[in-house]
């Protein structure tokens, strides 16, 4: 099985900066693609940023600039940078892990959510 934990969320100043990271742990045989994900009440997930496998990012817009993902392998750890952050960027953050796990009889591609961490900008 595999787990997902997420933390670094919390309350921060407009312009300030805050680093979530997500943890997978288990029987992991490879990490295709990592996503960071924001909600706020009564709008639909969105997705901020992603990275591959292959170093490979992609950004949202409203991020560009503000925000860097990376990871570690060796760690099979995941990281989203905010800097500058401003109101409008408060939100729960999800993280989404693509990959494949050792299930002990075969190797099984996982698509798993982590349990979110709220991100809070003070104006």
């Known amino acids: 099985q595999v787990q997902l934990v997420e933390s670094g969320g919390g309350l921060v100043q407009t312009g300030g900066s805050l680093k979530l990271s997500c943890a997978v742990s288990g029987s992991i045989f490879s990490i295709n693609r990592m996503g960071w994900y924001r909600q706020t009440p009564g709008k639909q997930r969105e997705l901020v940023a992603a990275i591959t496998s292959g170093g490979s990012t992609d950004y949202a817009d409203f991020v560009k600039g503000r925000f860097t993902i990376s990871k570690d392998n060796a760690k099979n750890t995941g990281y989203l940078q905010m800097n500058n952050l401003k109101p409008d960027d408060a939100a729960v953050y999800y993280c989404?892990?693509?990959?494949?796990?050792?299930?002990?009889?075969?190797?099984?591609?996982?698509?798993?959510w982590g349990q979110g961490t709220q991100v809070i900008v003070s104006s």
């Open positions: 989404n892990v693509e990959g494949t796990y050792d299930s002990g009889r075969f190797y099984r591609r996982f698509n798993d």
